[in-house]
């Protein structure tokens, strides 16, 4: 109730209605905590490039350097998630953490994002504690197919072409 209250206040202010002057001080104190915490938390262009680009470096070296312990699928699987993860974290540092989570939970994406998320869990489990070369190669797999899917929905068109293409690729009527 108490959030209704101060949405009509909001809405009071915004037509230039009269309203209680109690409620509007408390409302900016509670505002300027928010405006305090994000101002301190925001970082320059030059910042989030140096972010980015570190991110990104790294997450490409690992899932590079992965490919080094191919042949013992465990350490690929850790190397290669952590790749991933490094890199799905460089794009924070463009848009912002808050802004991607959006994106990531847009109806678009929303399975494609939870299938990744699912895949690099189900990678790291394998990987750590079931040390199951088979299963961690499969997890990986999986993994990749799934981060390119997660990859083609930011390109428009690009998961409906490619499975156009699979599909007549892989038809068996002839």
Not at 3 to 17: D, F, P, S, T, Y
Request: charged fraction near 15%; hydrophobic fraction near 50%; aromatic fraction near 12%.
């Amino acid at each position: 109730m108490d959030r209704m209250h101060q949405a009509m206040e909001k809405v009071k202010i915004l037509v230039g209605m009269d309203v209680d002057e109690e409620n509007v001080v408390e409302e900016e104190s509670s505002m300027s905590f928010m405006d305090d915490f994000n101002r301190n938390c925001t970082l320059s262009r030059q910042q989030r490039l140096y972010g980015f680009a570190t991110c990104l470096v790294a997450g490409l070296a690992c899932t590079l350097l992965s490919m080094l312990v191919f042949f013992n699928p465990i350490k690929f699987g850790i190397t290669f998630t952590f790749g991933n993860l490094l890199s799905l974290g460089s794009t924070a540092f463009l848009i912002g953490p808050k802004r991607q989570v959006t994106m990531m939970l847009d109806p678009v994406r929303i399975y494609a994002t939870a299938i990744y998320l699912a895949s690099i869990i189900i990678a790291l489990f394998c990987a750590l504690y079931v040390h199951n070369k088979l299963l961690t190669l499969l997890a990986i797999m999986l993994e990749f197919g799934a981060l390119v899917w997660y990859s083609l929905s930011y390109i428009p068109f690009a998961r409906t072409m490619v499975s156009k293409m699979m599909t007549a690729c892989f038809d068996t009527e002839f």
